[in-house]
């Protein structure tokens, strides 16, 4: 199968995220900044977590069906960066949570990638 380990990656990140995103909420630490997630956190714990797993298994679905096509290395290469980085705010909030860094870090860190987004799109 094309790119299934990339893939099983991808799919494992996404979990992670859900679920350290539970935490945070939860713990007050930190918000949902995707609004389309942010409603279903609103709905409840459950509806979040199914919505986070259903997208997920359909990109694996999605990737595994067409991972022999050209741009789809690339894509999942993309894709996965995005999700690293993402775990690095997830490392990044824990360690605010714990109070080894301060909240207006975070704060800082986020205008920054702000400022370093918006001048490549």
């Known amino acids: 199968m094309h790119l299934f380990r990339q893939t099983f ?4 990140l996404n979990m992670l995220d859900a679920m350290l995103t539970l ?3 939860k713990s007050g630490t930190a918000t949902e900044a995707n609004q389309l997630m942010a409603g279903f956190l609103e709905i ?3 509806a979040f977590f199914m919505a986070k ?5 359909i990109t694996a679905v999605v990737i595994l069906k067409f991972g022999y096509k050209p ?3 690339p894509l999942v290469t993309f894709a996965l960066t ?4 993402l775990m690095g ?3 990044l909030t824990g360690l605010a949570a714990l109070g080894y860094i301060s ?3 975070i704060h800082d860190v986020g205008n920054w990638s702000k400022i370093v987004f918006a001048s490549y799109f």
């Not at 990656?9 to 494992?12: A, D, E, I, P």
């Not at 797993?53 to 298994?57: D, N």
């Open 53 to 57: 797993l259903t997208m997920g298994t």
């Open 71 to 73: 741009i789809a290395k």
């Open 89 to 91: 705010i997830h490392v």
């Open 23 to 25: 935490v945070w909420v």
């Open 44 to 46: 409840g714990d459950l």
């Open 82 to 85: 995005i999700y690293i980085g």
């Open 9 to 12: 990656l991808l799919f494992l």
């Open 103 to 105: 909240h207006t870090f």
